[in-house]
């Protein structure tokens, strides 16, 4: 199978997720309908914003063919590979915890909570941007020291952490990052493993769903059917080692997975792939309605009915996107490009803006008369293009992160 060159519609579908994820996130700053925003723990609901991380890490394991199978074709070994996604996996829990866990800095430590967090981003950026290629060995040179420079930055950021209470950093969310970081590990080594055996990873894709159907509460009785203690062997290794949870993100992943591998295997046959991925989507939402009569619908509880839910949304998106570049209307998504090119550097802007926000004492950028209604959402909605904007320019100034 031939993973080569890049996958149009996966960057589309890779910039429209991280487009809406950074609409959504902002929607806190305004009044919003209930629709667009996120259910509670124990609601019934299914939101906008409950739809668009789990579509982000569907695209995430889209994109584990492709590199892996392009990592092989270049022919790196097994090991060079293994060591890419553990490196990878590393660097995306590391900014992770970074970012989630160090918001509430104690003023003894003499850095104010801005400076300490654009500090902490001028360390991801030294450490894992794209410097330009070349031949001068002084710039090599040049860009080896400040990957170094970044690595100092931040093992001396981290050090001397410490939150009010005498806390320092520790894990007690891992953040987006974090999450995404876990979840690549396991697929991706499922994938290493399993390679383009459709078999196997519909399985493993089983295997994560039905273990979500266990560790959920059920609706009738409040209780999961697999309660397992946090002292048991077996907690330890699938929420504490491998950080699985109940098994949501893993399905959502595997299921990008999935749908890569099948995309390239039908292409030398008859079969529309708008109409395929139109009737699985069908059959993913058919799923969600039959266990939505035991389980909720929930992003919060990772329930079994919104991750089928999720990848019928994703799945019948893709293949929609799929048939429009097909027809040659990828230029349609342009303007959102770099959210799909840049991706995490995307991701960081919002942050970016709002520690530079906060350190110049800007609380509000927004008139009072934006803040409901039509407004209000448009105003979203132009913040996030805004920083779609910002991580064009950035990647002409070569800043761009990858891990």
């Keep these: 199978m031939d993973f080569t060159g890049r996958n149009k519609a996966i960057d589309i579908i890779r910039a429209l997720t991280m487009t809406l994820m950074i609409f959504v996130n902002d929607l806190w700053t305004i009044e919003y309908p209930k629709w667009l925003g996120h259910a509670g723990m124990n609601e019934d609901y299914l939101g906008l914003s409950d739809i668009v991380f789990p579509c982000f890490l569907f695209v995430v394991g889209m994109s584990i063919p492709y590199a892996l199978e392009n990592a092989f074709k270049k022919g790196r070994t097994g090991v060079q590979v293994a060591s890419h996604i553990l490196t990878r996996t590393l660097a995306l829990i590391v900014m992770g915890i970074m970012l989630q866990n160090t918001g509430n800095i104690a003023p003894e430590v003499g850095i104010a909570k801005p400076v300490y967090k654009l500090l902490v981003l001028a360390s991801f950026f ?3 941007n794209i410097y330009p290629r070349t031949e001068n060995k002084n710039r090599r040179l040049l860009y080896k020291v400040l990957k170094y420079v970044g690595v100092a930055l931040l093992i001396f950021m981290i050090v001397i952490y410490v939150d009010p209470k005498g806390n ?49 509460k059920l609706t009738a009785s409040g209780e999961p059917l697999l309660n397992i203690p946090q002292n048991n062997a077996l907690y330890t290794v699938t929420d504490q080692i491998l950080n699985i949870g109940t098994g949501a993100h893993g399905a959502l992943t595997m299921g990008g997975i999935i749908l890569s591998v099948t995309e390239l295997k039908l292409r030398d046959k008859k079969i529309p792939f708008v109409a395929f991925t139109t009737i699985v989507a069908a059959i993913l939402a058919l799923g969600g309605l039959i266990t939505n009569n035991f389980w909720i619908i929930s992003k919060i509880q990772a329930t079994a009915p919104w991750v089928l839910y999720s990848s019928a949304v994703a799945v019948f998106l893709y293949g ?23 991706t995490l550097t995307c991701y960081l802007v919002p942050t970016i803006l709002g520690n530079i926000f906060m350190l110049f004492g800007i609380s509000q950028i927004r008139p009072e008369w ?34």
């Design 126 to 128: 030294l450490i894992w």
């Design 168 to 216: 320092l950093i520790r894990a007690g969310w891992w953040g987006i990052l974090g999450l995404i970081g876990w979840t690549y590990l396991v697929c991706a080594f499922i994938y290493y493993f399993v390679r383009t055996d459709l078999k196997k990873l519909i399985l493993m894709w089983a295997i994560f769903l039905v273990w979500s159907m266990l560790r959920c």
């Design 320 to 342: 929609v996107i799929a048939w429009l570049v097909s027809k040659g209307k990828a230029s349609w998504f342009k303007f959102i490009a770099p959210a799909g090119e840049a």
């Design 370 to 403: 934006c803040h409901s209604g039509f407004l209000g959402i448009l105003s979203c909605i132009i913040f996030s293009l805004v920083c779609v904007g910002l991580t064009w320019c950035m990647n002409k100034l070569y800043l761009k992160l990858k891990v």
